[in-house]
């Protein structure tokens, strides 16, 4: 069977997937992206929709990711102004909460500083006279509300995007298309795909698993098998709920365990999210639990006694998270990325990574993998291509890779 001959076959059509697709076109490489469902189907479209710093990774020490994360959010907002928005986030700090005002203020200007000390990145304190305009939120025992700015984002929008811009820049798409195996060779790997019209076979001179939660499963269709990395699929869930939030999103803590939890206006009703718990089944079977749902209206309510718990929807995404004895909330969040061949690699599969980081984690990845790709003329830098949104009833359907 003859096989359509790539630079680079990307596996995964979740925000890492297209955004190394995209990368990997701008730089000159003939790209094909293979999705077995539909883009954004899996972890995607369901995360809390942030594209932020990570105020809380400071506690772990994770200042590069901080840093990191902040720069792309400045890049996003300028690149995808009609799907990032800069928002006002609020944080109340009441008697029983964990933290104290001083460890908060001390957070936020470190957070200021490693964002560059940008006008988006300044705080402020909330004065009390202004406590009654917060959407309902509970002023009993409360010592202090802290503002600054984050943004919002429609993930599964956001990943259209990004892909459509790939396939403008010239890559191809199979979706849906069931990766079936692939095996090294001198050059790099020969696979097969089943897709439109039946199976097809492929040559490339690297391949990237960015399978999400499934990442481990495509690994093992892969031979030799390399190198792999043990995880934890964590899920988080999130509600929708009756009402509105008009002045942004509230980050709180949670009664019982002293988790964050944010509240956010989402189409017009409120979002809250999100949860962590471990997952031991497929991937593909993951859907919140009423004990999750529990937990996220009863903190809800503990903050906006005044706001309904009618609960609308609900969801839940799995994270990729390193394997561990302790708690999934202070684990990394670091992109760790697992190759073939150090010295020589064709392969390189992505494992965990956070939305706001998908663009800086493609640039890494090609870097890896760039002594095995061809040398092209690239046609562009990701961080100065416009991202525009797709209508959300008319978006045209992922062009096949043989039109």
């Given at each position: 069977?003859?096989?359509?001959?790539?630079?680079?076959?990307?596996?995964?059509?979740?925000?890492?997937?297209?955004?190394v697709?995209?990368?990997?076109?701008?730089?000159?490489?003939?790209?094909?992206?293979?999705?077995?469902?539909?883009?954004?189907?899996?972890?995607?479209?369901?995360?809390?929709?942030?594209?932020?710093?990570?105020?809380?990774?400071?506690?772990?020490?994770?200042?590069?990711?901080?840093?990191?994360?902040?720069?792309?959010?400045?890049?996003?907002?300028?690149?995808?102004?009609?799907?990032?928005?800069?928002?006002?986030?609020?944080?109340?700090?009441?008697?029983?909460?964990?933290?104290?005002?001083?460890?908060?203020?001390?957070?936020?200007?470190?957070?200021?500083?490693?964002?560059?000390?940008?006008?988006?990145?300044?705080?402020?304190?909330?004065?009390?006279?202004?406590?009654?305009?917060?959407?309902?939120?509970?002023?009993?025992?409360?010592q202090?509300?802290?503002?600054?700015?984050?943004?919002?984002?429609?993930?599964?929008?956001?990943?259209?995007?990004?892909?459509?811009?790939?396939?403008?820049?010239?890559?191809?798409?199979?979706?849906?298309?069931?990766?079936?195996?692939?095996?090294?060779t001198?050059q790099?790997?020969?696979?097969?795909?089943?897709?439109?019209?039946?199976?097809?076979?492929?040559e490339?001179?690297?391949?990237?698993?960015?399978?999400g939660?499934?990442?481990?499963?495509?690994?093992?269709?892969?031979?030799?098998q390399?190198?792999?990395?043990?995880?934890?699929?964590?899920?988080?869930?999130?509600?929708?709920?009756?009402?509105?939030?008009?002045?942004?999103?509230?980050?709180?803590?949670?009664?019982?365990?002293?988790?964050?939890?944010?509240?956010?206006?989402?189409?017009?009703?409120?979002?809250?999210?999100?949860?962590?718990?471990?997952?031991?089944?497929?991937?593909?079977?993951?859907?919140?639990?009423?004990?999750?749902?529990?937990?996220?209206?009863?903190?809800?309510?503990?903050?906006?006694?005044?706001?309904?718990?009618?609960?609308?929807n609900?969801?839940?995404?799995?994270?990729?998270?390193?394997?561990?004895?302790?708690?999934?909330?202070?684990?990394?969040?670091?992109?760790v990325?697992?190759?073939?061949?150090?010295?020589?690699?064709?392969?390189?599969?992505?494992?965990?990574?956070?939305?706001?980081?998908?663009?800086?984690?493609?640039?890494?990845?090609?870097?890896?993998?760039?002594?095995?790709?061809?040398?092209?003329?690239?046609?562009a830098?990701?961080?100065?291509?416009?991202?525009?949104?797709?209508?959300?009833?008319?978006?045209?359907?992922p062009?096949?890779?043989?039109?």
């Open positions: 069977m003859q096989a359509s001959a790539y630079d680079l076959v990307v596996i995964g059509g979740g925000i890492h997937g297209v955004g697709a995209q990368a990997a076109a701008a730089a000159g490489h003939s790209t094909l992206l293979l999705e077995k469902t539909s883009l954004a189907a899996g972890t995607s479209s369901k995360s809390s929709k942030l594209i932020h710093g990570g105020l809380r990774y400071l506690e772990s020490f994770e200042l590069g990711l901080v840093r990191e994360s902040l720069t792309e959010r400045a890049i996003l907002l300028r690149i995808a102004a009609e799907l990032v928005h800069l928002v006002p986030f609020f944080v109340p700090i009441y008697a029983t909460t964990s933290r104290r005002p001083w460890e908060l203020r001390a957070g936020l200007s470190l957070y200021s500083l490693l964002g560059g000390l940008r006008a988006t990145t300044r705080f402020e304190t909330v004065p009390r006279s202004r406590w009654d305009a917060l959407d309902g939120l509970s002023t009993d025992s409360l202090r509300v802290f503002k600054y700015f984050d943004a919002q984002t429609d993930d599964a929008l956001l990943t259209r995007a990004v892909m459509d811009s790939a396939l403008e820049l010239g890559a191809e798409i199979e979706c849906p298309a069931r990766f079936l195996g692939a095996k090294r001198p790099g790997y020969r696979g097969r795909f089943e897709g439109a019209g039946g199976v097809h076979d492929f490339a001179c690297a391949l990237v698993n960015a399978a939660p499934w990442v481990n499963l495509v690994r093992e269709k892969i031979e030799p390399p190198p792999g990395y043990d995880i934890e699929l964590v899920q988080g869930a999130h509600i929708e709920l009756e009402g509105t939030l008009e002045r942004g999103v509230y980050y709180t803590e949670a009664p019982s365990d002293r988790r964050a939890v944010f509240s956010m206006p989402w189409r017009g009703h409120i979002m809250v999210g999100t949860t962590e718990s471990p997952h031991a089944g497929a991937p593909e079977d993951c859907e919140p639990k009423a004990a999750e749902i529990e937990y996220l209206c009863e903190t809800f309510a503990a903050h906006f006694p005044g706001q309904s718990t009618t609960v609308l609900a969801w839940a995404g799995l994270r990729v998270l390193p394997a561990a004895s302790g708690a999934a909330f202070g684990r990394t969040r670091e992109t990325h697992r190759l073939d061949d150090r010295a020589n690699p064709h392969y390189l599969a992505i494992y965990g990574g956070k939305l706001t980081g998908y663009r800086a984690n493609a640039e890494k990845v090609l870097s890896r993998l760039r002594a095995c790709l061809p040398k092209r003329a690239a046609q830098r990701t961080a100065d291509l416009p991202l525009i949104p797709p209508p959300m009833a008319t978006a045209r359907e062009r096949a890779a043989r039109d």
